[in-house]
């Protein structure tokens, strides 16, 4: 049995707010991976992270070391963050892809459930 659900505004305006948070989540993807390509660049070349910097020394060995992704998976400090950056951007468009879905579903069931609710109430009365 369904548990009951109040919503307080129509289903759609979360859809819309829900496909909102999807195109929220594919600028965020996009900018990502973007300037996730970038940042690969920048840290190529010696000059970024010159040798004997003193902020260099402390920092670089954490920034390449090694640490797991947002899959569980081996990588690298900064490989892990320009993943999870797009990772962010990905759930952000299953969540408002998730909820527009559901709320779909919702709309359709309780419509038919007030059409079954108007049909036996139209059959008691005769």
Do not use: W
Request: aromatic letters at 6%.
């Amino acid at each position: 049995m369904g548990e009951f659900v109040e919503i307080r505004t129509s289903p759609a305006e979360i859809i819309n707010i829900a496909h909102g948070l999807r195109e929220k989540g594919e600028a965020l993807q996009k900018a990502a991976q973007r300037h996730n390509h970038d940042i690969e660049k920048r840290e190529e070349p010696h000059d970024v992270f010159p040798a004997g910097d003193e902020f260099v020394e402390g920092f670089h060995p954490d920034y390449i070391g090694p640490t797991t992704d947002v899959n569980g998976h081996g990588s690298t400090t900064n490989a892990a963050l320009r993943a999870a950056a797009e990772f962010c951007g990905k759930q952000l468009i299953d969540i408002g892809n998730y909820v527009a879905s559901a709320m779909a579903t919702y709309d359709v069931a309780d419509q038919q459930a007030g059409a079954d609710i108007t049909k036996a109430g139209q059959h008691g009365h005769k």
